[in-house]
């Protein structure tokens, strides 16, 4: 929750509200679609992970993008890093 928080949060004031949406559905229906090809038959696919690391990707390429102008680029990329270990505890 903390990860989703924070990234969230972030991703949504630089890419407003609207573009945010937009973007965290997508993730999610395309990580749940994509996830359910490789689980188990029979068993569902739930969660709001693909929304989560569809936000993390996002992250990341506005972080490679604008790397120059990133304000300590090297400590954002090793707490953006971090992040995936905070959503599977």
Same mark, same amino acid.
């Given at each position: 929750?903390?990860?989703?928080?924070?990234?969230?949060?972030?991703?949504?004031?630089?890419?407003?509200? #609207?573009?945010?949406?937009?973007?965290? %559905? *997508?993730?999610?229906?395309?990580?749940?679609?994509?996830?359910?090809?490789? +689980?188990? /038959?029979?068993?569902?696919?739930?969660?709001?992970?693909?929304?989560?690391?569809?936000?993390? #990707?996002?992250?990341?390429?506005?972080? %490679? *993008?604008?790397?120059?102008?990133?304000?300590?680029?090297?400590?954002?990329? +090793?707490? /953006?890093?971090?992040?995936?270990?905070?959503?599977?505890?």
């Amino acid at each position: 929750m903390l990860a989703q928080l924070t990234l969230s949060a972030q991703i949504e004031r630089e890419m407003g509200s #609207a573009g945010f949406f937009i973007t965290y %559905f *997508a993730a999610g229906i395309f990580g749940n679609i994509l996830g359910g090809n490789f +689980s188990l /038959v029979g068993l569902p696919s739930v969660g709001a992970s693909g929304a989560i690391f569809g936000t993390l #990707a996002v992250t990341w390429v506005d972080l %490679f *993008a604008h790397w120059k102008y990133q304000y300590r680029p090297v400590r954002k990329a +090793s707490i /953006v890093s971090l992040s995936p270990c905070e959503v599977f505890e």
